[in-house]
């Protein structure tokens, strides 16, 4: 490679960053298996919540619909996060992970570029959900802006859960492993008040529910979508901060488990 | 100048299991040098090591006088590697998978794309770089995996079983690939189980068996070291093997050794053509029918064989994942 340009210095975490978010990125769209399945799945658990288990369901309040359309999609995070945990194995089953650390990048930067770019590709999922949501009866108790806001919080909710499904991916070694690994997150969907109300659970499930992260982010973005926050106990802003928090020890204690896995190979 | 890889003492545990053991190895610049060995010796271990992928628990590991544990990054810009799976993406197209590499060595988009191009070319997959990788053939992905461990224009070159799994025509292919890299200054570190791939590529080898080097040199020097010449003789019926082997060992030279499955005896022999002339007029005495009689050089795994007392393998056995005790 005499002639070859010379390289130029190491690639900045930034960079660095962008270049693997884009892989992730282009094999997501260019995979079609990977979009429509997870979007067929996802219009067809909102359909059957809605009509086969909305009917018997009491959200007290409120329409289900318009109760189920903000939890259904605050926790489609997780489902479609599993994807990421076998992606993630995937790679480095594969060597591509071995590939990367012995390029000369900073080791923080794959996995940043993954939880990115697999919290962007969410965004087609959380959209068509969105969309069916309206179609089938959802409508916005508050104002556009909130609705926004409340959009951009699950984008944010989801990047945070991505370091969880990445750390799993890691340590599950297969891919297959990690989809079974991911599936145990399960429960924080279905213990939370994304699809009952918790006080319709006995004592002690409602006190977990209560109290799990997914319950205080599926609040803070139903808070915001339905505009009254009487049925829910505290302001908006008291879930949303509590949201955050979680969503902030779930970066930071995910992050550094996953960075330093990842260090280690 | 500081040798290329200099290792020293290198132990790597994993668990009860050291995959090595007190490896000792220098690589000289200008060298392709083949590490050979069977499953299990360490071969991966130790790429993995030179890679910065893995940390030595004991000895000192320098690539172009630095350090794989204290300074991993300047090794990393100096070295590229292609595993034993080719770690590309099939969701992009040839050239793409290659500018991405290129960018990761903190090239700009002009010289990734420049590299990229100039690389491709050299593998010879500039009419398929717009295609997607996952309509790749096997050999052409394993091309582009080291390709892609090339567009960073490294000093060194680290290939993990690089012909593991291919035909035989992808074999050759990929060899001509790599050895037009080496005749630009690229040095090359390689393992195999293929002894003719080492023959054909390596200037030098070192053969490490359970981790350890048990042996150094290049290719002919190994080959002196197993006997000077080979007598080989094939028989019809395989009913005379034993018959043959008991006349063989009247001649001055090892034990002769029976290989029932191709009807043949081979014996190494310190002299030449006289012996061989000996060995005739015995087996002239005997009614039997040979196929064949010949004498050779030593073939590597029968150096393999003098050296460590075992065969090497000829197939690798499917691994569900890579080998990191391997």
Same mark, same amino acid.
């Given at each position: 490679?005499?002639?070859?340009?010379?390289?130029?210095?190491?690639?900045?975490?930034?960079?660095?960053?962008?270049?693997?978010?884009?892989?992730?990125?282009?094999?997501?769209?260019?995979?079609?298996?990977?979009?429509?399945?997870?979007?067929?799945?996802?219009?067809?658990?909102?359909?059957?919540?809605?009509?086969?288990?909305?009917?018997?369901?009491?959200?007290?309040?409120?329409?289900?619909?318009?109760?189920?359309?903000?939890?259904?999609?605050?926790?489609?995070?997780?489902?479609?996060?599993?994807?990421?945990?076998?992606?993630?194995?995937?790679?480095?089953?594969?060597?591509?992970?071995?590939?990367?650390?012995?390029?000369?990048?900073?080791?923080?930067?794959?996995?940043?570029?993954?939880?990115?770019?697999?919290?962007?590709?969410?965004?087609?999922?959380?959209?068509?959900?969105?969309?069916?949501?309206?179609?089938?009866?959802?409508?916005?108790?508050?104002?556009?802006?909130?609705?926004?806001?409340?959009?951009?919080?699950?984008?944010?909710?989801?990047?945070?859960?991505?370091?969880?499904?990445?750390?799993?991916?890691?340590?599950?070694?297969?891919?297959?492993?990690?989809?079974?690994?991911?599936?145990?997150?399960?429960?924080?969907?279905?213990?939370?008040?994304?699809?009952?109300?918790?006080?319709?659970?006995?004592?002690?499930?409602?006190?977990?529910?209560?109290?799990?992260?997914?319950?205080?982010?599926?609040?803070?973005?139903?808070?915001?979508?339905?505009?009254?926050?009487?049925?829910?106990?505290?302001?908006?802003?008291?879930?949303?901060?509590?949201?955050?928090?979680?969503?902030?020890?779930?970066?930071?204690?995910?992050?550094?488990?996953?960075?330093?896995?990842?260090?280690?190979? | 100048?500081?040798?290329?890889?200099?290792?020293?003492?290198?132990?790597?545990?994993?668990?009860? #299991?050291?995959?090595?053991? !007190?490896? *000792?190895? +220098?690589? $000289?610049? %200008? /060298?392709?040098?083949?590490?050979? =060995?069977?499953? @299990?010796?360490?071969?991966?271990?130790?790429?993995?090591?030179?890679?910065?992928?893995?940390?030595?628990?004991?000895? #000192?590991?320098?690539?172009? !006088?630095? *350090?794989? +544990?204290? $300074?991993? %990054? /300047?090794?990393?810009?100096?070295? =590229?590697?292609? @595993?034993?799976?080719?770690?590309?993406?099939?969701?992009?197209?040839?050239?793409?998978?290659?500018?991405?590499?290129?960018?990761?060595?903190?090239?700009?988009?002009?010289?990734?794309?420049?590299?990229?191009?100039?690389?491709?070319?050299?593998?010879?997959?500039?009419?398929?770089?717009?295609?997607?990788?996952?309509?790749?053939?096997?050999?052409?992905?394993?091309?582009?995996?080291?390709?892609?461990?090339?567009?960073?224009?490294?000093?060194?070159?680290?290939?993990?079983?690089?012909?593991?799994?291919?035909?035989?025509?992808?074999?050759?292919?990929?060899?001509?690939?790599?050895?037009?890299?080496?005749?630009?200054?690229?040095?090359?570190?390689?393992?195999?189980?293929?002894?003719?791939?080492?023959?054909?590529?390596?200037?030098?080898?070192?053969?490490?068996?359970?981790?350890?080097?048990?042996?150094?040199?290049?290719?002919?020097?190994?080959?002196?070291?197993?006997?000077?010449?080979?007598?080989?003789?094939?028989?019809?019926?395989?009913?005379?093997?034993?018959?043959?082997?008991?006349?063989?060992?009247?001649?001055?030279?090892?034990?002769?050794?029976?290989?029932?499955?191709?009807?043949?005896?081979?014996?190494?022999?310190?002299?030449?053509?006289?012996?061989?002339?000996?060995?005739?007029?015995?087996?002239?005495?005997?009614?039997?029918?040979?196929?064949?009689?010949?004498?050779?050089?030593?073939?590597?795994?029968?150096?393999?064989?003098?050296?460590?007392?075992?065969?090497?393998?000829?197939?690798?056995?499917?691994?569900?994942?890579?080998?990191?005790?391997?």
């Amino acid at each position: 490679m005499a002639t070859a340009t010379l390289t130029g210095n190491k690639a900045s975490l930034s960079a660095s960053t962008f270049v693997i978010a884009r892989r992730t990125f282009l094999k997501f769209i260019r995979t079609p298996q990977l979009v429509v399945v997870g979007t067929v799945q996802g219009a067809m658990f909102l359909l059957i919540f809605r009509y086969v288990f909305g009917g018997a369901i009491k959200a007290g309040g409120v329409s289900y619909v318009n109760f189920l359309v903000p939890g259904f999609i605050t926790t489609g995070i997780i489902w479609q996060g599993m994807m990421s945990a076998g992606g993630v194995a995937e790679d480095y089953e594969q060597g591509f992970f071995d590939r990367l650390r012995s390029l000369p990048i900073p080791r923080a930067a794959v996995l940043t570029g993954r939880a990115l770019a697999d919290s962007g590709t969410q965004l087609w999922g959380l959209t068509i959900m969105t969309i069916i949501g309206f179609g089938i009866g959802f409508r916005l108790g508050g104002s556009v802006a909130n609705g926004i806001l409340a959009f951009a919080l699950i984008v944010l909710f989801s990047f945070a859960f991505e370091w969880v499904f990445i750390t799993l991916g890691l340590y599950a070694g297969n891919a297959q492993a990690a989809q079974g690994m991911s599936l145990m997150l399960v429960p924080f969907t279905f213990v939370s008040s994304a699809f009952v109300p918790v006080t319709s659970m006995p004592g002690p499930l409602q006190a977990v529910a209560a109290h799990q992260p997914v319950t205080y982010m599926v609040d803070a973005v139903r808070s915001l979508v339905l505009g009254s926050t009487e049925n829910l106990g505290h302001t908006s802003g008291y879930y949303v901060v509590r949201a955050l928090l979680w969503s902030a020890a779930l970066v930071l204690v995910f992050g550094s488990i996953a960075v330093n896995r990842y260090r280690k190979g | 100048m500081a040798a290329t890889i200099e290792a020293s003492g290198v132990v790597k545990r994993f668990g009860k #299991t050291v995959a090595l053991n !007190g490896l *000792d190895l +220098v690589a $000289e610049h %200008g /060298e392709i040098l083949a590490v050979l =060995g069977p499953n @299990g010796a360490g071969k991966t271990t130790f790429v993995r090591a030179v890679a910065t992928l893995i940390q030595p628990d004991e000895g #000192t590991l320098r690539v172009f !006088g630095h *350090d794989v +544990v204290h $300074e991993p %990054g /300047e090794v990393r810009q100096n070295i =590229g590697l292609a @595993g034993q799976f080719a770690a590309i993406e099939p969701a992009m197209t040839g050239r793409e998978n290659l500018e991405m590499v290129a960018r990761l060595f903190g090239q700009d988009k002009r010289s990734a794309r420049a590299n990229t191009t100039k690389v491709l070319e050299q593998m010879g997959l500039s009419d398929a770089a717009d295609r997607l990788a996952r309509g790749y053939s096997g050999g052409m992905r394993r091309k582009l995996d080291l390709g892609a461990s090339l567009v960073g224009s490294p000093r060194l070159l680290l290939l993990d079983e690089p012909t593991t799994g291919l035909d035989p025509q992808s074999r050759i292919d990929l060899w001509d690939a790599i050895r037009s890299l080496v005749d630009e200054g690229t040095d090359v570190l390689l393992t195999t189980q293929y002894l003719d791939e080492a023959d054909r590529l390596a200037s030098h080898m070192v053969v490490i068996n359970h981790g350890k080097a048990i042996a150094a040199g290049t290719p002919a020097e190994l080959k002196q070291s197993a006997g000077r010449s080979v007598i080989e003789v094939a028989v019809r019926e395989r009913d005379d093997l034993a018959e043959v082997a008991k006349v063989l060992a009247q001649v001055d030279g090892s034990d002769p050794h029976v290989d029932e499955s191709t009807r043949r005896v081979t014996l190494t022999v310190e002299g030449g053509i006289e012996l061989l002339r000996g060995a005739l007029k015995h087996l002239e005495a005997l009614d039997i029918t040979l196929d064949d009689v010949a004498l050779r050089q030593p073939k590597l795994d029968e150096v393999f064989l003098a050296l460590t007392g075992r065969e090497l393998e000829e197939e690798e056995p499917p691994k569900a994942r890579k080998g990191r005790g391997a």
